[in-house]
């Protein structure tokens, strides 16, 4: 994808034996780098390293996965930023598609920090401002809401977002007609039909596609999304980074 629109990538790759001051080091060294605009670091990292302190070493400038503290609390605080790739591709199919989001109920089921929460943040903050975001009302499950509590929940939703890698999670019962359901969900299972490997999201794909409005599949709906989502920030980074290298 990368090189589809002109972007030199680099992928550096280290074994689990690596220590968390030599990860920092080698952040620290791209981060000074001029020839480098963008840093993604690959989640998760081993246990005896911090994944927060490794996410906050990226500099903002270059945090093209969007998940440095600061970056997200721009994001909460509706300002300029660079988004987390996964939400900003949902907000992103949800408005090319031509959802109607304005005052409409939302539910996300999944309440990770680096994409349930940022897509609840961008469904219900104000679309006037920075991060032009959707003014939906936001109802955030997760996994201690009680299975009937999350089918009432869904059973509201204008637009369901589902992001929790528990297939076949929704199920039809738990949606009404014409939602548009959204599935980041990705699970990779045995099918019991032919015994080989196969992707599932959370969604019970063929039975709501019946009465959902709109439905993304998975394979093939927010992955691609997420990755066109990763050279939009990547070209941002770049340009704001040229800016101020001239600036200066």
Known sequence: AAADVGIESKTERFGTEITEEQLLERIDQLN???AVDGILIQLPVPNHIDERKVCNAVSCDKDVDGFNERNIGRLCLDMNT?????PLGVQELIKR????????NAVVVGRSKNVGMPIAMLLHADGRNDTCAMDCTVTICHRFTPPQELKRFCRTADIIVTATGVPGLITSDMIKEGAAIIDVGITRITD???GKKKLVGDVDFEEVRKKAGLITPV???VGPM???MLMKNTIIAAKNLAKKRNES
């Open 32 to 34: 000074n780098d001029d």
């Open 219 to 221: 394979p093939g709906g």
């Open 226 to 228: 997420t990755v066109a």
């Open 82 to 86: 660079l988004i987390p790739c996964t």
């Open 97 to 104: 598609t031509g959802i109607e989001t304005f005052g409409k």
């Open 192 to 194: 019991p039909s032919t």
